[in-house]
């Protein structure tokens, strides 16, 4: 059962999906249904011994493409439409013991190339409106599933986040001319402390609005809105700015460091976005290596976010702890 | 820009049991004439701000 239910207190859509867990085929205990299926052995979601990276179809989805009609009737008040949509499941690495952070440049480099096909393939189904690749990572954020993997959620509609967004960038578009998160990057350039690392094609920053004690955002330095509009310049230059920064996360406090990845990029419903700039947030839920920022009634409640701590002071810690990346593999013949 | 400029990359689509798809991604290695904008080495090491100490005002 599951279906969109509107909420007309904040005008968004909430999807309910109650599933039932069809537990007939029970694992055995050390079971990682993303490792690839051993010959003999139990099989896991992926029917081969080995894979590169692999992408499929969420076995429990809260959207999809062929939805199931509503169990509840709508009403004036309460509108109620399909769950359609799409939700991914996207293996980043056959090795159960590793982690984004953890990879090559290289094996993140096409990760970043399997993320601008699904962005592509998702993108271009016709009850598509947004293509959101994220990842959740860490016990912390409630994930228990530790084999190095993210998700792709495609939905029918443009999630109220990027609304907001799309909304602050077309205002300061009409009042200045100019794109806000390139002023953005400008602004960041000129203070220079909340600056993590910068290559080619990317920035780091703790931004100074930050919301968590290490958000740290990525953005293009050069304004364009999705990863189909990167060229493969770009696209390893996204993989080694990434690999930079998980890295540093990780360094931090000597673990594997628990976040909320989100790419932002245009929507899909073939709106003109110009506007928009492609970017990736991280929220990290940790403050100390053993205290954890809650959501509580302020954030969650009213929606101001309390950061106890100066972006300034976490850039740097951050900052020291980047190191060059290394590619591996000779790219020449 | 480049629609599709990645010809390194291949895909093998196959259907699960109950339905679901699963997409297996296969890589070859890049070899130097198939680049479309590799003429770049790859990135260089980051370009750091000074460091600050203490940022606190
Ligand atoms: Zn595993
Ligand atoms: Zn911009
Ligand atoms: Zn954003």
Same mark, same amino acid.
């Given at each position: ?51 590169? +990276? ?8 809260? $959207? ?24 991914? /499941? ?14 090559? /440049? ?59 967004? $799309? ?35 990317? +920035?780091? +920053? ?31 230059? $996204?993989?080694?700015?990434?690999? /930079? /920064? ?63 701590? $100066? ?23 | ?57």
């Amino acid at each position: 059962m599951s279906e969109l239910r509107w909420n007309p207190l904040l005008g968004e859509w909430v999807a309910t999906a109650a599933q039932r867990q069809d537990r007939t085929f029970l694992p055995p205990e050390d079971f990682c249904p993303l490792c690839p299926t051993e010959t003999g052995g139990f099989p896991t979601e992926v029917p081969e011994s080995d894979y590169d +990276i692999v992408v499929f179809e969420n076995r429990f989805p809260s $959207l999809r493409s062929n939805p199931e009609i509503p169990a509840v009737e709508a009403t004036d008040l309460y509108p109620v439409r399909p769950a359609q949509g799409v939700c991914e /499941v996207i293996v980043y690495s056959p090795n159960h013991n590793s982690s984004l952070a953890r990879e090559s /440049v290289e094996q993140i480099y096409k990760l970043v190339r399997v993320w601008t096909d699904r962005f592509r393939e998702l993108g271009s189904l016709d009850f598509v409106d947004y293509v959101f690749i994220f990842e959740n990572k860490g016990e912390q954020i409630g994930v228990t599933l530790h084999h190095p993997h993210g998700q792709i959620y495609a939905y029918p509609f443009i999630p109220p986040r990027i609304e907001r967004e $799309l909304e602050q960038a077309t205002e300061h578009r009409c009042r200045t001319g100019r794109c806000l998160f390139c002023d953005v990057i400008v602004e960041e350039r000129r203070e220079r402390r909340r600056i993590v690392a910068e290559n080619n094609s990317f +920035i780091a +920053i703790v931004p100074f609005f930050s919301r968590w004690p290490y958000e740290t955002h990525i953005y293009s330095t050069r304004h364009f809105q999705s990863l189909t509009d990167m060229s493969s310049g770009e696209q390893k230059d $996204l993989a080694a700015v990434l690999k /930079v /920064v998980l890295a540093a996360f990780d360094k931090l406090f000597n673990i594997s460091f628990p976040y909320m990845m989100c790419m932002h990029q245009r929507p899909v419903d073939d709106g003109s976005y110009d506007h928009y700039h492609f970017h990736i947030e991280f929220y990290p839920p940790l403050r100390t290596a053993n205290k954890l920022k809650y959501l509580a009634g302020s954030e969650t409640g009213a929606g101001m976010f309390i950061n106890d701590t $100066l972006p300034e002071e976490k850039a740097a810690e951050l900052r020291s702890h980047v190191e060059p990346v290394a590619w591996v593999e000779a790219k020449n013949g | 820009m480049k629609e599709d400029s990645d010809d390194t990359m291949r895909k093998r689509r196959i259907s699960l049991v109950d339905g679901r798809y699963l997409i297996f991604y296969t890589f070859d290695r890049e070899d130097a004439s198939s680049e479309a904008n590799v003429g770049e080495q790859p990135p260089a090491p980051e370009r750091l701000p000074q460091r600050e100490e203490n940022s606190r005002v």
